[in-house]
Every structure is written in structure tokens, then in C-alpha cells.
Nanobody, 119 residues
Framework: QVQLVESGGGLVQAGGSLRLSCAAT????????FGWYRQAPVKQRELVAR???????MYADSVKGRSTISRDNAKNTVYLQMNSLKPEDTAVYYC?????????????WGQGTQVTVSS
């Protein structure tokens, strides 16, 4: 089984920065993709950024130019550096990992970490 543990959320003023981390533990095997998603109140969960094993990245238009996703394959950890934060970035941020191990393929989510941006 694979577990994801996020950290780094919190309260920040508009224009500030936060760095989220997500560590995968357990029988991780090979993690193909990591992703960060977010869900604001009364809104659907949306993609923020994703990164493949070889470092190819993609970003939602809403965060492009303000956020950077990166990963440390040796530590099975993904990061999301968010700069120039806006109140509309307020949401619960979820980490996602897609991969395979000796137990088969998996697609797992973390428990979420709250990010609140005050105006």
C-alpha cells in the first residue's frame, strides 16, 4: 500500500509564498506521475500541476508563472512552490501519485493540506 503525506499548508497574506511537500511511503515501487490538485469550498477539485518521472511538467493556467512543481525521486517526494499567492488560491490542496509496484498499479491521494490566502 502507498500512503501520501502532505505538509506545508497554512495562512499567508496575498503576494506571499508557500511550499507544499508530499512524501510517498509504503510499497511505492515506481511512481510515474505526481500531481497537485485543489478544491475550494463549493467547487470541484481541479488540477494545479503535474510532473512525470522524467520531470515533464504541466500547469493549470491559473497558476502558470506563479508556481513550480518539482520532485525528488530518491525521496519519493513532490513539491509545489507557490509564489504571488492570491485569495482565489485558497483551497485544500491534495497530492496524487500514480504508479506501480509488485502489488499492481495504484492511484492514490493524500489527506489534503489547507492553504488560506488573506487579502
Amino acid at each position: 500500500q502507498v500512503q501520501l503525506v502532505e505538509s506545508g499548508g497554512g495562512l499567508v497574506q496575498a503576494g506571499g509564498s508557500l511550499r507544499l511537500s508530499c512524501a510517498a511511503t509504503g510499497s511505492t515501487g515506481h511512481i510515474n506521475d505526481f500531481g497537485w490538485y485543489r478544491q475550494a469550498p463549493v467547487k470541484q477539485r481541479e488540477l494545479v500541476a503535474r510532473i512525470t518521472w522524467d520531470g515533464t511538467t504541466m500547469y493549470a493556467d491559473s497558476v502558470k508563472g506563479r508556481s513550480t512543481i518539482s520532485r525528488d525521486n530518491a525521496k519519493n517526494t513532490v513539491y509545489l512552490q507557490m509564489n504571488s499567492l492570491k485569495p482565489e488560491d485558497t483551497a485544500v490542496y491534495y497530492c496524487n501519485a500514480v504508479g506501480s509496484s509488485v502489488y499492481g498499479k495504484y492511484n492514490v491521494w493524500g489527506q489534503g493540506t489547507q492553504v488560506t490566502v488573506s487579502s
